[in-house]
């Protein structure tokens, strides 16, 4: 009998201190195993598209949207857009990589400023745009700037169209061809009571007129575009990240690149998608179509 009881007591020794060493360990886990049981369920990434567009801002955007679309904790967008638009080849760039995004995932538009022009044409495939009363949105046109014609004094061309690269005829071809493109997309992607006659004309409405006419869903604020993006998700705990773009330079502020090469620049035709004054030179000339593409 004591011998039984000395087994016991040696067996039971270790047993306790193991069961107690559990006990603490399993204490000390707990914290760990909640906060992983509660952790957010995604992402809504905060997307900038600020100032006039062009191949440095487009490009900072467009990588910005990439990197939502491969990252797997992100399961929605909001883009933060305050732009009257700029260059019309990079603003239907960045309309497709919108596009492409709300293919994936839900995507929403916080304007909070203006989204006009290419600025709008960027907006308008998302699944909401917010608004505030007092920001603008539409300018739904493109311009073109053309160089002089022939070849400057000191230069000599195998062809009459190798500096401009196009007529001024050919030119309002391209501008046409363009607004089409956008007031199509407009119609496309969004349910406004204008007609494209209507569109064409380029007006600039307020955000509450803007609700009232389709070209925008929502008056609220940037707060209002992410909790509606997160909701659409299904993300009922989540957490924010703001992509920011780079500080934009003083050329990316007048609607020229920043990263340029110290190659010679041959005067070209340019097209844009901007709403306001553009700063050129007095002597080109400048196209702006009506709704039927004539002067």
């Known amino acids: 009998m004591n011998r ?64 939502a679309r491969q990252n797997d904790s992100i399961e929605a967008v909001v883009l933060d857009v305050n732009s009257r638009g700029g ?18 995932m839900p995507v929403m538009v916080a304007v909070t400023g203006s989204a006009l022009s290419g600025g709008y044409y960027t907006s308008a495939p998302a699944d909401e745009i917010y608004v505030t009363p007092a920001s603008t949105v539409g300018s739904v046109g493109v311009r073109a700037v053309v160089p002089p014609q022939g070849a400057p004094d000191n230069q000599i061309t195998t062809g009459p169209d190798k ?42 409405y307020s955000g509450t007129s803007g609700v009232e006419l389709g070209l925008a869903d929502e008056v609220g ?16 705990d989540y957490e924010t990240v703001r992509m920011e773009s780079p500080t934009a ?14 190659t010679v620049d041959v005067d070209t035709t340019q097209y844009f998608m901007l709403h306001g004054q553009l700063d050129v030179s007095d002597s080109a000339t400048q196209i702006e179509v009506t709704i039927n593409g004539t002067n």
Do not use: C
């Not at 020794?13 to 006990?23: K, N, Q, R, S, T």
């Not at 497709?96 to 994936?104: G, H, I, P, R």
């Not at 500096?163 to 969004?190: H, P, Y």
């Not at 707060?223 to 998700?233: L, T």
């Open 4 to 67: 039984d009881r000395g087994l016991l007591d040696r067996i039971g020794g270790p047993v306790v201190v193991f069961a107690v060493v559990g006990l603490l360990v399993g204490a000390a886990l707990v914290p760990y195993a909640w906060g992983a049981s509660t952790g957010p369920d995604g992402t809504v990434a905060v997307v900038e598209v600020h100032g006039t567009i062009n191949g440095d801002t487009a490009a900072a955007a467009m990588a910005d949207l990439r990197e």
């Open 87 to 104: 260059l019309a080849s990079v603003s239907e760039q960045l309309y497709l990589a919108v596009k492409q995004t709300s293919e994936q």
């Open 163 to 204: 500096t401009t690269t196009a007529t001024q005829a050919e030119a309002r071809r391209r501008v046409e061809a363009l607004r089409r493109a956008f007031v199509g997309s407009v119609v496309a992607e969004r349910n406004t009571s204008l007609s494209a006659s209507e569109l064409s004309y380029a007006k600039v």
């Open 221 to 236: 604020g940037l707060d209002a575009a992410i909790s509606a993006a997160a909701d659409e998700a299904g993300l009922s």
């Open 249 to 262: 330079s003083p050329l990316s502020q007048i609607g020229l690149n920043a990263s340029g090469d110290d």
